[in-house]
């Protein structure tokens, strides 16, 4: 019957409904779900309600979902469309809404169905589902801060797994990781084997720098979907910043093992053994990366480092330049870009200098002082125009590596540098050199043992050694006749012999003198920053040093009743009130609040030139970041009148161990002494 209407007219839409009926009667269910789609294809008019609904009501499912789910996204919204047109009351409405918006979502039409989750919700305020939907649209287009909005009222409303996800995550991107391991914490309790809950709990562990708790959840992630390459990744990364370079490793090639091809693998694969002084390997890694995307700026800017720490300097220059070539980034890679402007100078200035005389302040005298200050800065280099003089380019017939391919070969080629590592003399000094570097390397989380760092601090050793050798014997005949007048050798020089091959160990890191930089910088103030605390996360490598920091800046804060704003201007802490709020602080946003603003104090540091004088150690800051957290650091601004007292406190130091060495006092006392210099 129903074939004969439709005989009679192919778009009754009736006759459509009652054979899909019929024919699920029959179980043709096949046959049942073509016409079902044919009476779908009918919905471009307006239709009274009853008759979209036993559409709806031919499947189990919600004809229009079903129609998303099943991949035919523009058909499922043309049936929302059509239900919307029909729609008479604010409930079937809003469903509607929510429907056509998830559709359009699915689609990657973002901001239009934001706008029909914000209609649903015109229609029904309480509508938990539409609240949930927009904040995760919301998340999805980065407006981070209404997605937390609409995620939080769809929670008061009606809580659910999917919204604390979300939230979880929102609060992440906002880097409020206690927030978000509290909402992903409580996923986990009902859904125990989401592998992607467990790797982003794991995440924001990290992000507080709890590797112990982000480890496990690693585990979870990986032992729930051993396929999970990024949960792989994530716990490998965790390894190196224990500095378990050995584990780290072993994830990695986990990770790659489910996806040859997965790219940030190979990076941060090649960074962890460049992070171990193996840049040949570093280098090799990162080619597989860039084998399989030749745009990867991360990856090409890491293979011109270790490019450059080979001494594979035209190849580096190529890499530095393909860098440059790249499309400008929109988020902070722009900075790697920077870095490759100046890290090219640097390595075609190394070039151009490799035979002149490893000596006095080598790169910090070859390179301009605003040079200098932008590379440490990472400022853009149009800052440097227009005195910017660029260094000359690299001679194209000096039997200098070309390619990055090139450099991965297995052995080097006959001609290249790399070659006088098998000369027996460099063999001997290496040999030589090798027990001291080891005992320079900090064995805690956050430092991997390096192999090349060990070996150029083995040689700035042995340089210092022969420096000092030769002082010692020329003071110890000075007076003498015929004694040749001599270049001093004091504190200076001899720090400048360990500068030197601490700059040239490691391109990515600017080393430099600071009175070298420009004048205005030096009178500035330019210094160290050391954070121990980063908004919420615990920096693995000076966390350790928190609870002792923290309690001496309340024992200083008490005792001086003072500290100083970002203004430098004096704070008074003399009510009793703030004294006992300093004294009962707890936690970095208790002192915070006691003090109500930025501030700063100094540490004191007793002379040993002149044991009455009390010099400004260094500073201990709390400051209040954007968001949630607070930055603890250490920041020693280096002044003009700061350095004529410490470099007055090195002289008394340095004469102090020369001292000590000429009259042969015990290893001890000099032991002592090298310290104490070492403190200045």
């Not at 800051?621 to 920041?635: C, D, H, M, P, W």
Request: proline share 6%; glycine share 6%; charged share 25%.
């Amino acid at each position: 019957d129903c074939d004969k209407a439709l005989e009679n007219d192919p778009n009754l839409l009736r006759a459509y409904i009652r054979k899909v009926q019929a024919l699920r009667k029959l179980k043709k269910k096949k046959e049942a779900r073509r016409v079902q789609d044919g009476a779908a294809a009918l919905l471009t008019g307006d239709y009274d309600m009853e008759l979209l609904f036993e559409i709806q009501n031919l499947g189990s499912e919600n004809l229009p979902a079903a129609e998303v789910n099943a991949g035919r996204v523009e058909q499922g919204i043309k049936i929302f469309d059509a239900l919307l047109r029909a729609a008479s009351d604010d409930l079937v409405a809003t469903q509607a809404f929510v429907g056509r918006g998830t559709a359009k979502a699915m689609a990657g039409n973002l901001k239009e169905a934001r706008d029909d989750f914000s209609d649903a919700l015109r229609r029904n305020p309480d509508a938990a589902e539409a609240w949930k939907r927009r904040g995760q649209t919301n998340a999805a287009l980065g407006e981070l801060n209404e997605a937390l909005t609409d995620l939080s009222k769809s929670i008061s409303l009606q809580p659910s797994t999917d919204a604390l996800n979300e939230r979880g995550m929102v609060y992440h991107k906002l880097r409020d990781y206690h927030r978000a391991t509290q909402d992903l914490e409580l996923v986990i309790t009902q859904l125990k084997d989401n592998a992607n809950t467990w790797n982003m709990l794991g995440l924001c562990y990290m992000s507080l720098g709890n590797c112990e708790k982000a480890l496990p959840a690693y585990r979870e992630a990986v032992r729930i979907n051993p396929r999970f390459k990024e949960a792989w990744a994530n716990m490998a990364q965790t390894h190196k910043e224990l500095a378990q370079a050995d584990k780290a490793l072993e994830y990695f090639s986990k990770a790659l093992a489910v996806d040859p091809k997965y790219i940030h693998a190979h990076r941060f694969y090649g960074m962890t053994l460049h992070g171990l002084g193996r840049h040949r390997d570093a280098a090799r890694r990162l080619k597989l990366a860039l084998e399989n995307d030749p745009s990867f700026l991360e990856a090409h800017f890491m293979s011109a480092i270790c490019l450059h720490a080979l001494g594979h300097h035209h190849a580096a220059v190529a890499e530095y330049n393909i860098v440059l070539a790249l499309p400008t980034p929109k988020d902070d890679n722009v900075l790697l870009q920077y870095l490759a402007f100046y890290q090219r100078d640097c390595a075609q200035f190394i070039r151009a200098n490799l035979d002149a005389p490893f000596t006095k302040h080598f790169m910090d005298l070859g390179l301009r002082p605003l040079f200098k200050e932008a590379w440490c800065k990472k400022l853009p280099p149009a800052c440097l125009l227009p005195e910017y003089g660029a260094q000359p380019e690299l001679p194209q017939n000096d039997g200098g590596v070309p390619d990055l391919e090139t450099a991965c070969c297995s052995a080097p080629p006959a001609g290249s540098s790399s070659q006088c590592m098998q000369s027996p003399l460099v063999k001997q000094v290496l040999a030589a050199a090798k027990p001291f570097g080891p005992l320079i390397q900090n064995d805690c989380p956050g430092f991997l043992p390096n192999e090349r760092q060990q070996r150029m601090a083995s040689l700035a050793m042995l340089d210092l050694a022969q420096q000092l050798q030769k002082e010692l014997r020329r003071r110890a005949r000075q007076g003498e006749p015929g004694d040749p007048p001599a270049e001093p050798f004091g504190w200076r020089e001899a720090y400048e012999t360990v500068v030197r091959w601490r700059q040239v160990s490691e391109p990515n890191d600017p080393v430099l003198w600071v009175d070298l930089l420009t004048r205005q910088e030096f009178e500035a103030g330019f210094g160290s920053h050391t954070p121990m605390l980063s908004g919420q996360t615990q920096v693995v490598r000076y966390y350790p040093n928190f609870a002792k920091a923290f309690l001496l800046a309340k024992k200083l804060m008490l005792s001086r009743s003072e500290v100083h704003d970002a203004g430098n201007a004096p704070v008074r802490l003399e009510e009793s009130s703030v004294r006992s709020d300093v004294e009962a602080a707890k936690d970095c946003g208790e002192l915070y609040a006691a003090v109500g603003c930025d501030f700063w104090l100094v540490t004191p540091c007793q002379s040993t030139r002149d044991p009455r004088v009390t010099l400004e150690g260094t500073r201990l800051t709390l400051q209040k970041q954007s968001g949630a957290g607070y930055e603890f650091s250490i920041r020693t601004p280096c002044t003009p009148p700061r350095w004529e007292q410490f470099a007055l406190e090195l002289e008394t130091a340095f004469e102090a161990v020369m001292q000590a060495m000429l009259e042969n006092a015990p290893k001890e006392l000099i032991a002592t002494q090298i310290l104490k210099m070492s403190f200045y």
